[in-house]
């Protein structure tokens, strides 16, 4: 991996760093099914998608049949590719949505039509994995600071902080060159803990 790509992950990182407080709040609120999505406006071109591929896994069916037939049958349809089972599962979740007595639909984190249950479990993991980012960076972070103090400051202050290079540099008292140096230094030093390079 090239320094610019790994520069790119730490950088996408630190930044995103600020925000995921909120975004596991969102995520946890969902997974309690607060404020899911269900007034489901399929695009016509993603309808279009789905019928294409119903009707491609369902070509010997000629019987119109009652959803709970129908969806028993797309339970049964395994995809041939991961776009296909993608779009097999979107049109399960319609049925779901569809289901005389049964529960309404939702859309889940991926944007794809489902059952309220499947969509709250996938933001529990949505959540988790959101806690597990935030730990990371906050270890990796800590740390740096435990041996390399001025690198995790420039990395706080530059990224997290949203800081130019300029007060950065003189934050830190030192030259735009030598924080030029330093923070390559800290985007190697922060990706080989944080896991991103050996």
């Known amino acids: 991996m090239t320094y610019e790509q790994v520069e ?17 709040r969102s995520a946890e609120r969902k997974a309690q099914g607060i404020g899911l999505v269900s007034s489901i406006r399929v695009p016509q071109a993603k309808i279009k998608r789905l019928v294409t591929v119903g009707r491609a896994y369902t070509t010997d ?16 349809i395994r995809g041939e590719d991961d776009e296909d089972e993608k779009a097999l599962d979107e049109i399960r979740g ?3 949505g569809t289901r005389p007595f049964g529960g309404e639909a939702c859309v889940d984190v991926e944007g794809y039509v489902t059952s309220y249950e499947i969509a709250m479990r996938k933001w529990r993991e949505k959540a988790e994995r959101l806690k597990s980012e ?13 041996y390399a103090p001025h ?11 949203k800081r130019s290079v300029l007060e950065v540099a003189q934050k830190l008292s ?8 330093w923070k390559r230094e800290a985007i ?9 390079i050996d």
């Open 188 to 196: 190697c030093e922060f990706a080989m803990l944080v896991g991103i």
């Open 174 to 181: 030192i030259s735009e060159r030598t924080h030029d140096y």
């Open 94 to 96: 319609l049925m779901i």
């Open 8 to 24: 790119k992950q730490v950088v996408a990182l630190l930044k995103r760093y600020p925000k995921l407080p909120a975004l596991i």
């Open 134 to 146: 935030k730990e990371a960076i906050e270890q990796a972070l800590d740390e740096l600071k435990s």
């Open 61 to 76: 069916v000629r019987e119109y049949m009652h959803v709970q037939k129908a969806e028993t049958l797309f339970h049964q």
């Open 151 to 161: 690198l995790e400051q420039l990395l706080r202050m530059r990224y997290i902080e």
